[in-house]
């Protein structure tokens, strides 16, 4: 069976109304994201930090997969599907993916911030400061905060390494990790780009661009791929 990988990013979650919270400034309460999403702000900040991701916490309860999540579910009948995903949301995996590796944690996760192996998944959207891991350590989102290393980069790596065919949606391939990982495909591997804009793919040959946007993008892709692969 041959092995498809996927890398999402923010434009399929898009589309399912995820917001990025940022105003027309790239501000949120006029905060940069920034200053909420390090290990510095969670030291100094810790509130507000925890107020942030609880937004986006219940946002996600009040949103549903799309099109183009559902699609992927799609194309598991006749294809070994991976998805890599940028998001932090769980959109994948409630439209029924499989096989999900998240490059940037889970927003439904949470861990001790004294033993990151401490996970948990939340049953609602609020984390509270006060609430504490088995080791009596304050939780906090299980989130890869600027700064820090992305753990699942290395399995990403040798996944798209080991690609027949690799499908990038939602994401520029001129931003990373995304521009990383794509030049880990094997040669003369089929690359599709799903994107509404205009991506400028110069510095990579042979990538087929679709401009759709996901939910459109996909659906006409998976139905290709699963049509071809009768023949």
């Not at 917001?19 to 006029?30: A, I, M, Q, V």
């Not at 290990?39 to 507000?48: G, S, T």
């Not at 309860?61 to 294809?79: I, M, Q, S, T, Y």
Request: hydrophobic share 40%; aromatic share 6%.
């Amino acid at each position: 069976m041959q092995k498809i990988v996927v890398l999402s990013g923010a434009g399929i979650s898009a589309e399912s109304g995820i917001s990025t919270f940022r105003d027309n400034n790239g501000l949120w309460e006029n905060h940069k994201i920034e200053d909420v999403a390090t290990p510095e702000a969670w030291e100094m900040k810790r509130e507000l930090v925890v107020k942030f991701y609880n937004m986006r916490r219940k946002q996600l309860f009040e949103v549903e997969p799309n099109d183009g999540h559902r699609a992927l579910v799609k194309l598991e009948e006749k294809f070994n599907v991976q998805i890599i995903t940028q998001n932090v949301d769980d959109l994948h995996e409630r439209a029924g993916s499989s096989n999900v590796l998240h490059l940037h944690g889970e927003l439904k996760k949470v861990q001790s911030t004294l033993d990151s192996s401490l996970l948990y998944t939340l049953e609602d959207w609020e984390l509270k400061i006060g609430d504490t891991c088995e080791k009596g350590s304050q939780l906090r989102p299980h989130i890869v905060w600027f700064g820090e290393e992305v753990p699942n980069i290395l399995p990403a790596a040798d996944m798209v390494s080991k690609a027949d065919c690799l499908i990038v949606v939602g994401t520029s391939l001129n931003v990373y990790p995304a521009a990383g990982l794509i030049h880990e495909v094997r040669q003369n591997i089929p690359i599709y780009l799903v994107d509404p804009s205009n991506v400028d793919t110069g510095f990579l040959k042979g990538v087929q661009i679709i401009q759709a946007n996901a939910g459109e993008g996909l659906t006409g892709l998976v139905n290709e791929l699963l049509e071809n692969n009768k023949k």
